[in-house]
């Protein structure tokens, strides 16, 4: 899966703390930051087995605090992650000022690393800096890390690193804070450059070793079999994931003699060879291959299904449709797996596997089941994906643009049950990546439809969420997507969608190419629909860089081809951008009509976000005309609708407008009163130019009000 900069729900965390301003200058770029004053606390939870590692705790405990870099190096599942966790929660006191964690995801089979945009822009976020407010320049991004990190008492855990240069990025500037770095690889550059203290992780003593079974199954079990359990730590060849994998499974059977367990355990390391190999790693492959060979067959099935995710993790509701089995049936299936060790929640009703587990899961998968029952399965959890994703989208808009899904795939299960926006903003936030990762799947096997279907659910919530990167993104593949099959109409469809992305992350010229392809294609084939629509997002494309002619020239085209389909819902809403970029261009009589139509169209056929957006364009004409009276009723009704419909995008809109009627008004307390409002409505929609407008206006006020009046002068 391709990274997108701002699918920050990887790597961000809790924070907490109040807002604050403050304006940093890094590499020639201006910004607030941060708007938040927080104390993030992204620790995944602490291992609850942890047992042993005495020497590499007294090694952390005397060095944290003069040592500021601790590299922890060992093969996988040697339990490096394990020992960086139970120590950060035990020291957590050392850090008051904050916990940042990140899974880099360096040996992840699922897909390539996460990179270092993608982990240092889930840092700022966590720290309080505005999405929208961070440079796109990786090293300009590295520069206020550090400076926010600077003079902090902070812990920063960087997981399952590859190689420096993945993390370099993440590493504080200020010797205040300590990081803990693991790798499967060790990291000489880290060590040589940045002093780095070396942990090399080997298998556990003996004694350790045997200390993590009976943590799990208590010293009377294993003082009842004591040859047995020399069998079975054996087997395990100290490693800790092995270990919990054997103890998971005499845990869930404690009638089972521990003697049952270490006789088919050692069968299957004698079929592997792996008990006459030095390499280490040889006895954990046949740990898995014990377990998983004692699956029931419906886990086993599970377990082989679940290496074909694509996201990171799945939900139980996800993982019914990849299996084809009712919810009730599939939880069990889960639990059945988590209390083998095969799967784990780090959050709870989301379920993931440990990167070797998950690799040999895909192993499994591609021996045991049937190139065609894979992809069945692929394509149920795909399709699970995109019909939620579409009745969430519902929830979102109900007056948008519909998508024809056909029938679903045989097999699947029904959608996740969602009742409000709410649900449906909750849901979005937590399938997000998964979603993405969904879409570039689809991409990948060449299930083209579903490609640009994912896209156009997912617009609503990206475009109300702040994840203008990802919805480009999800554009670019449904524009390649589109243009792989060879449809025409879809082509010109998405490049339309793509420019909009392009146009919201500022890339005006990219949009503008786009865009007149779209009207190209669409012209070619004569679809007056797909012109008009061109026409309508070349319209507001060349209005978000104040290129009012140009909009309101492709506006009126628009206006003209939406009239000739009879397209009343699209007609009004031409005619509301005619009629805005008409007053932009000082053209106050040309503009009102064309509004008033427009407002009259989306009362009578029931578009409340049409009217909404109308009557603030309305509002703002009689601002401009200084019809006052006029501007305050215009703006107080888009503020009603909006609130009614739950639009938070117009409202802000519609409070900004207010705080600017009341403000020459000389009502100052209900400008700022609304003023304050829209901010933190901008704010929570990452509306940087809106926001930085508001922030000028209400310094504006307070000086105005600050200010005595001047002394009368007599002639």
């Avoid at 003697?259 to 390391?269: P, S």
Wanted: charged share 25%.
């Amino acid at each position: 899966m391709a990274e997108t900069p701002d699918v920050l729900n990887q790597v961000i965390g809790p924070v907490t703390g109040p807002i604050v301003q403050a304006h940093t200058i890094h590499g020639g770029v201006h910004f607030h930051s941060p708007q938040r004053s927080v104390v993030p606390r992204q620790l995944p939870g602490a291992p609850r087995w942890f047992t042993g590692r005495g020497t590499e705790m007294t090694v952390l405990d005397k060095g944290a605090g003069t040592v500021m870099i601790f590299a922890i190096a060992g093969a996988g599942g040697i339990g490096k992650t394990a020992l960086a966790l139970h120590w950060a929660h035990r020291n957590a006191d050392r850090f008051p000022d904050g916990q940042l964690y990140v899974d880099l995801r360096g040996f992840d089979p699922s897909g390539a690393p996460m990179t270092p945009v993608t982990a240092v822009r889930g840092f700022l976020y966590a720290l309080g800096v505005d999405p929208a407010d961070i440079p796109a320049d990786v090293d300009v991004q590295a520069a206020l890390y550090r400076s926010l990190t600077a003079g902090k008492r902070m812990l920063v855990v960087l997981d399952n690193t590859r190689d420096s240069a993945q993390m370099v990025p993440l590493l504080p500037g200020s010797p205040t804070c300590t990081v803990i770095v693991t790798s499967r690889n060790r990291l000489p550059g880290l060590i040589d450059r940045y002093g780095a203290e070396q942990l090399s992780l080997g298998i556990l003593a003996e004694g350790d070793a045997r200390a993590v079974l009976a943590a799990r199954l208590g010293k009377d079990r294993l003082a009842a079999e004591p040859d047995t359990v020399e069998r079975l730590l054996a087997c395990c060849g100290g490693f800790p994931l092995a270990l919990s994998i054997v103890a998971g499974r005499a845990d869930a059977h404690p009638s089972f003699p521990l003697a049952r367990l270490a006789a088919e355990l050692n069968a299957a390391a004698n079929r592997l060879g792996a008990l006459d190999d030095d390499e280490p790693a040889a006895n954990l492959s046949a740990v898995f291959s014990w377990s998983y060979e004692a699956l029931p067959s419906p886990q086993a099935e599970m377990f082989r299904l679940l290496g074909l995710i694509a996201g990171p993790d799945i939900s139980a509701a996800a993982a019914a449709s990849l299996v084809s089995l009712p919810d009730a049936e599939t939880s069990g299936l889960l639990r059945g797996l988590e209390r083998a060790s095969l799967v784990r929640q780090d959050v709870a009703g989301r379920y993931r596997m440990h990167d070797l587990i998950r690799a040999y899961a895909v192993e499994r998968a591609e021996h045991d089941e049937p190139g065609d029952r894979r992809e069945e399965a692929s394509r149920r959890l795909v399709d699970f994906y995109l019909r939620t994703a579409h009745a969430a989208d519902r929830l979102l808009e109900p007056q948008g643009d519909d998508v024809d899904l056909g029938l679903p795939v045989i097999g699947a299960r029904p959608v996740t049950d969602l009742a409000d926006m709410a649900d449906a903003r909750a849901w979005f936030d937590a399938e997000h990546v998964c979603l993405l990762a969904a879409q570039q799947m689809a991409l990948d096997v060449g299930w083209d439809p579903l490609v640009w279907q994912l896209a156009r659910v997912l617009d609503t919530f990206h475009a109300r969420s702040g994840h203008p990167h990802s919805r480009l993104t999800a554009w670019r593949a449904a524009a390649l997507a589109a243009q792989r099959s060879g449809t025409a109409d879809m082509e010109a469809r998405t490049r339309r969608r793509l420019g909009l992305a392009c146009a919201n992350v500022g890339r005006h010229d990219e949009a503008v190419e786009e865009l007149r392809r779209a009207l190209e294609l669409a012209e070619g084939s004569g679809d007056l629909d797909g012109q008009a629509h061109a026409h309508e997002s070349l319209a507001r494309a060349w209005g978000s860089v104040g290129g009012d002619q140009m909009a309101w020239e492709h506006a009126t085209h628009a206006l003209r081809l939406f009239r000739e389909t009879r397209d009343v819902m699209w007609e009004a809403e031409a005619l509301n951008i005619v009629g805005r970029y008409a007053a932009r261009l000082g053209l106050y009589d040309e503009a009102r009509a064309p509004l008033l139509d427009a407002l009259v169209l989306c009362r009578r056929y029931g578009n409340p976000a049409g009217e909404a957006d109308t009557l603030t364009s309305l509002g703002r004409l009689a601002y401009d005309t200084r019809d006052d009276s006029q501007a305050l009723d215009r703006y107080q009704q888009a503020l009603g609708v909006t609130r009614n419909i739950g639009d938070v995008w117009q409202e802000a809109d519609a409070l900004d407008g207010l705080g600017q009627t009341y403000a020459r008004l000389g009502r100052p307390d209900e400008s700022r009163r609304s003023w304050l409002q829209a901010l933190e409505l901008y704010r929570s929609q990452h509306r940087r130019v809106d926001e930085t407008r508001v922030e000028q206006r209400l310094a504006e006020l307070d000086d105005s009000v600050a200010e005595p009046d001047p002394p009368s002068r007599s002639d």
